[in-house]
């Protein structure tokens, strides 16, 4: 593996400054050029890196000190970019904006952050709309606030005519920090959003391959692709050896099968917990809760992640066999791993339409939005984790579970009081977890459904 694989991290002022578009359209644009290329994310977001993998052919990773520990960014990021001529990083929010959380310092798990992890240079996306000369001023003092940080370049955004676009680069001329770039507004491009952000690509498909399509020829055309690429080959080498999931996990004998919910109604996944799952002894396959009657043939257990199943309740609903075979699983004592989307799929209803009645639990949409960073300790013993166990994870959503734990909680958080259910077999809660960060849960999981298929193949031979 090449420690010193050309890199580059794309980072903003704030929010809304246009690093998705600038990210995804780099991605595409070096990858018509026939490069292959690693794309990135920092923080939790599973949806941003959606439309950077779709740009790319390969996964999009998330880098994020949080749920993995800081010692695993380099070795992850090194992993993720196997065979890659280049990796763009996309951030997350403004470049020194991190997790607010009393357990850790300011500016941690930001993108300025996971850059000095990775010793990358930094690229500005600056969102020109609503200002002129300023522009100097907000870019110097960004390249000045922490000398650790490289900022080799700057794109402007939501420029609005050639002579906004000289007056910038004449006010920039001064700042010792070069324009790369400039792009025009492109509400053309528009990825449309709804209340947990952007949809994702693996939900607008045909859709979405035309945003990003448009997007690469958009930063191809406003874009020194050549300049991006200097800057990126500045990076030096990483001292750190690629993260490789089989040295984080014992085999677990047995090969149980894992059905893992995907389709467009569970697009929240981070890459490295399937590849654990597999390292940890499991065949791991693919059931679209939207589409498929039944589960795969010898499923011994269920991993339902994040995603919007509360966008497509009655399409759930209506897949009756599936509901049925779910709860059955679980009714035998098939392990079941659900988070957020999951636990409402688990549900005995969710904003009244019927789901799998694992769970005697009531899920709606609500107004509020609950995001954070969370401190997580495991309140009672489950397929997924012993208790005791302390994991790091974040929540993002906008439905609430009445109750909002079982008389057997999963997590614990807050003096607020306990989160989530562990019934049997299934651990079900709000809090999503980068098993990269914890890889004993992932064995855990395997352990318990190689167990179950043990338990279920004596009963079939004591029937005979």
Not at 183 to 210: K, Q
Not at 388 to 406: D, I, K
Request: a negative charge.
């Amino acid at each position: 593996m090449n420690s010193a694989v050309p890199r580059v991290v794309v980072a903003a002022p704030s929010s809304n400054a246009g690093k998705t578009s600038v990210t995804t359209g780099l991605v595409a644009a070096l990858t018509a050029r026939g490069l292959a290329v690693s794309p990135h994310k920092v923080g939790p977001d599973y949806i941003d890196p959606g439309y950077a993998g779709l740009a790319a052919g390969r996964p999009g990773r998330n880098l994020d000190p949080w749920l993995v520990g800081e010692e695993r960014i380099a070795p992850l990021f090194l992993h993720g970019a196997r065979g890659a001529d280049v990796a763009v990083v996309e951030g997350v929010m403004g470049l020194f904006d991190g997790a607010t959380h009393p357990t850790v310092e300011p500016g941690f798990a930001s993108t300025a952050h996971v850059a000095g992890l990775l010793r990358a240079p930094v690229l500005l996306v600056v969102d020109a709309s609503s200002q002129a000369r300023s522009v100097a001023a907000l870019v110097h003092g960004f390249a000045t606030f922490d000398p650790s940080v490289r900022i080799g370049g700057v794109v402007l955004n939501r420029v609005g005519s050639d002579r906004h676009e000289a007056i910038l680069r004449e006010a920039l001329g001064a700042a010792g920090v070069p324009v790369l770039g400039a792009l025009r507004r492109m509400e053309s491009l528009a990825t449309p959003s709804r209340h947990l952000g952007l949809v994702p690509a693996d939900e607008r498909s045909a859709e979405a391959l035309a945003t990003v399509r448009g997007l690469g020829e958009v930063v191809a055309a406003g874009v020194d692709l050549e300049a991006v690429l200097r800057l990126a080959r500045t990076a030096p080498d990483l001292a750190a050896t690629p993260w490789d999931p089989a040295a984080e996990v014992t085999p677990v004998a047995g090969r149980p099968r894992i059905a893992v919910a995907g389709g467009p109604a569970f697009t929240f996944g981070y890459a490295e917990d399937t590849e654990l799952l597999t390292a940890a002894g499991a065949e791991v396959v693919t059931v679209d809760p939207l589409r498929d009657e039944a589960l795969p043939e010898g499923t011994a257990g269920l991993v339902v992640g994040g995603g919007f199943p509360e966008v497509y309740a009655d399409a759930l609903s209506a897949n009756e066999t599936l509901r049925a075979d779910v709860a059955a699983l679980a009714a035998r004592g098939g392990p079941v791993s659900a988070e957020c989307a999951g636990l409402l799929y688990l549900s005995r209803e969710l904003d009244g339409a019927p789901m799998c009645g694992v769970l005697d639990v009531v899920t709606s949409m609500t107004p509020r939005l609950t995001l954070g960073y969370r401190a997580a300790v495991a309140v009672t013993d489950s397929v997924l984790a012993a208790a005791g166990t302390r994991v790091r994870g974040h929540e993002f959503h906008r439905t609430a579970a009445t109750p909002p734990a079982g008389t057997t909680p999963a997590w614990q958080w807050s003096a607020a009081g306990p989160e989530g259910f562990v019934a049997g077999s299934v651990h079900a809660s709000y809090l999503h977890l980068n098993r990269a960060g914890s890889p004993a849960l992932a064995e855990r999981l395997v352990a318990a459904c190689a167990a179950a298929t043990r338990t279920d193949r004596s009963e079939s031979h004591a029937h005979r």
